[in-house]
């Protein structure tokens, strides 16, 4: 129904910076939602930051400061700017996106990305 389509994951030394962006296809009427979440190894995946349809935001606590979300809803598109990246950083990154779609509601997930930050 909805497709999730990440980029920009990749290896980068603490410090610096990695931008991840994710498109939505499919047959979608609207998304109320998108962001982003991540996993690393041996832990539960967790929240980074989300951004609805009007644009506000929210961040983990671990990130504030540090990332900043924003969204293109002619492009149904979602951005995560990420800088003063820090080791504790690395983690596969996944994005989400609530959407009306022809059948109700639908909850899509990417596929993830690896963002590893090196010290």
């Known amino acids: 129904q909805v497709q999730l389509v990440e980029s920009g994951g990749g290896l980068v030394q603490a410090g610096g910076s990695l931008r991840l962006s994710c498109a939505a296809s499919?047959?979608?009427?609207?998304?109320?939602?998108m962001g982003w979440y991540r996993q690393a190894p041996g832990k539960q995946r967790e929240l980074v930051a989300v951004i609805t349809s009007g644009g506000t935001t929210n961040y983990a606590d671990s990130v504030k400061g540090r990332f900043t979300i924003a969204r293109d809803n002619a492009k149904n598109t979602v951005y995560v700017q990420m800088n003063s990246l820090r080791p504790e950083d690395t983690a596969v990154y996944y994005c989400?996106?609530?959407?009306?779609?022809?059948?109700?509601?639908?909850?899509?997930w990417g596929q993830g990305t690896q963002v590893t930050v090196s010290s």
């Open positions: 989400n996106a609530l959407t009306r779609v022809p059948t109700g509601q639908y909850n899509a």
């Open positions: 499919g047959t979608i009427f609207s998304i109320y939602v």
